[in-house]
Nanobody, 124 residues
């Protein structure tokens, strides 16, 4: 029911910034738990960041804390991932995800809907 489309990926140098966008349609945006995940070549998909639909609680994986910020624009509706101080280890395909559960908890799994992914490549 929910459709997610990521944009904003590309090639950047280490230390630079990039903002990913995820357009959300096909449901009630304000009721979705939202998250970002990533998958590097040969690796399993890993959690990056999440945003709760009630209260706006956020949570991040340790490796991106202080560098990445998850946020949403309720008027669009769009989910964002602001990525600063990028490193080579951030290279991956990034996916946005939605969870149709009205909750005050930002969760790291249990997502029902996924975007197609957008490639982020960080060079030295």
């Amino acid at each position: 029911q929910v459709q997610l489309v990521e944009t904003g990926g590309g090639l950047v140098q280490a230390g630079e910034s990039l903002r990913l966008s995820c357009e959300v349609s096909g449901g009630t945006f304000d009721q979705y738990g939202l998250g970002w995940f990533r998958q590097a070549p040969g690796k399993r998909r890993e959690f990056v960041a999440a945003l709760a639909p009630v209260g706006g609680e956020t949570t991040y994986t340790d490796s991106v804390m202080g560098r990445f910020t998850i946020a949403k624009d309720r008027s669009k509706p769009t989910l964002y991932l602001q990525m600063d101080s990028l490193t080579l280890k951030d290279t991956a395909v990034y996916y946005c995800a939605a969870r149709n559960v009205l909750s005050s908890i930002a969760v790291r799994d249990g997502y029902d809907y996924w975007g197609q992914g957008t490639q982020v490549t960080v060079s030295s």
